[in-house]
């Protein structure tokens, strides 16, 4: 009997002893197996590790085919994913335990139990490596097949594929429309598009100049090389997206109302959040999260002039104050490490 169509890489091969899986080590199994351009839940690989090779390689190639999966985790095809995973066990209590588990309805938040077709439970614990073996087979090992001279990162189901024209990157898209048609999967028609690297060597015109990639917006940015002389790069930073979830947690902390503590309290319980947000977001292009958590300073000035009667009505005394207070304790607050901000 012939293969249906799309799912040829599904077919079975040699198991993995069911010992392997007794202790939970999946991705002991399935990690040797992954692409090296895969870069989502993977032991020593990180986002940066994707988005370092994205920049590289938008550096390289003039034009990128920016996928968005339309609801993947909650359309994963269970037929189709248990054939991945028969590819590499026949363990019998294995498969049974993930059926199960894929086919176990979800509980609402008002107790009310919902029967499921498809998909995979986001947060889940075994969710991540599923989706990843999925698309290992869907788009990864396709990939390398039909399209060699294309490379890609893939981040779970966020991917990015890097073309050398336009119209490698049209005829790429129309493929994978029906490469993930064939596995039960859908491009999103508005969010999937095609994206013209533009920069000081590359002056051409095209309406997407811009896309997102794990909360980073690659566009064309005045950066500064050799000699200190200026020029325009295709390169990363916060997304604005990205910016405005920190700005909205920020406005959530209401710090300006914490009168009843000090600044140094204040400064202790926002760490862990700052130090995370400049530790992920300040790695390409710090300036630009310095300028979007520039709303920190001035919700400090606004603590200032409540905590203090001889600020209150003087702003900029207190935005000296403030500029004054970093110079001397310029770790008090992680986000100062980003470079001057305050005033």
Same mark, same amino acid.
């Given at each position: ?17 069911p010992?392997?899986?007794?202790n939970?080590t ?5 990690e @040797? ?20 090779k994205?920049?590289?390689r938008?550096w390289a ?10 609801s993947?985790f ?9 054939k991945a995973?028969?590819?590499?066990t026949?363990? @019998? /209590?294995?498969l049974?335990y993930l059926?199960r588990w894929?086919r %176990? ?9 919902v029967?499921?077709e ?11 490596v599923?989706?990843n073996?999925?698309?290992?087979y869907?788009?990864d090992?396709?990939?390398? &097949?039909?399209y060699?001279?294309v490379?890609f990162?893939r981040y779970?189901?966020? %991917? ?6 336009e119209?490698r990157?049209r005829?790429?898209h ?12 859908q ?26 990639f ?5 566009? @064309?940015r ?5 000699h200190?002389k200026?020029?325009?790069?295709f ?6 997206k %990205?910016?405005k ?6 406005r &959530? /902390?209401r ?15 926002a ?9 992920y977001?300040?790695?390409?292009y710090?300036s630009?999260l310095?300028?979007e958590?520039r ?7 606004? /603590?200032?002039s409540?905590?203090?009667k ?5 702003t900029m005394?207190?935005?000296e104050?403030l500029?004054s207070?970093?110079?001397?304790? @310029? ?9 001057p901000?305050?005033?």
């Open positions: 009997m012939p293969e249906e169509p799309g799912r040829s890489e599904f077919r079975r091969s040699p198991t993995v002893s010992r392997w899986w007794s939970g999946w991705n002991r199994i399935l @040797p197996v992954f692409h090296r351009d895969s870069y989502g839940y993977r032991p020593g690989r990180s986002a940066h590790d994707a988005l370092v994205a920049r590289q938008c190639s003039d034009w990128v085919l920016d996928l968005d999966i339309k993947f909650d359309e994963i095809d269970w037929e189709l994913l248990m995973v028969r590819r590499h026949d363990c @019998p /209590w294995v049974l059926e894929l %176990a309805p979800v509980r609402m938040p008002d107790g009310e139990l029967e499921r498809r998909g995979t439970p986001q947060g889940a614990v075994v969710s991540p599923l989706a073996l999925f698309l290992h869907a788009f090992c396709w990939m390398q &097949r039909e060699p001279d490379l990162e779970a189901d966020d %991917a990015i594929c890097h073309c050398a024209s119209a990157a005829e790429l129309q493929a994978l429309d029906k490469r993930f048609a064939e596995c039960r999967l491009l999103h028609p508005q969010k999937t598009r095609i994206v013209y690297c533009k920069d000081a060597n590359r002056t051409g015109e095209y309406p997407e100049r811009s896309f997102d794990l909360g980073y917006t690659f566009r @064309p005045v950066a500064i090389g050799r200190r200026r020029f325009v790069s390169i990363p930073a916060v997304s604005g %990205a910016a979830r920190m700005r909205l947690e920020v &959530r /902390w710090m300006h109302l914490r009168s009843d503590l000090e600044l140094e309290e204040i400064a202790k319980w760490r862990p959040t700052l130090t995370g947000w400049v530790r977001y300040g790695r390409f710090p630009k310095r300028e958590l709303t920190i300073d001035a919700f400090i000035v606004r /603590w200032v409540r905590k203090y001889r600020f209150r009505g003087h005394a207190a935005w104050w500029r207070l970093r110079r001397r304790n @310029p770790t008090l607050f992680a986000h100062w490490a980003l470079g901000a305050a005033g």
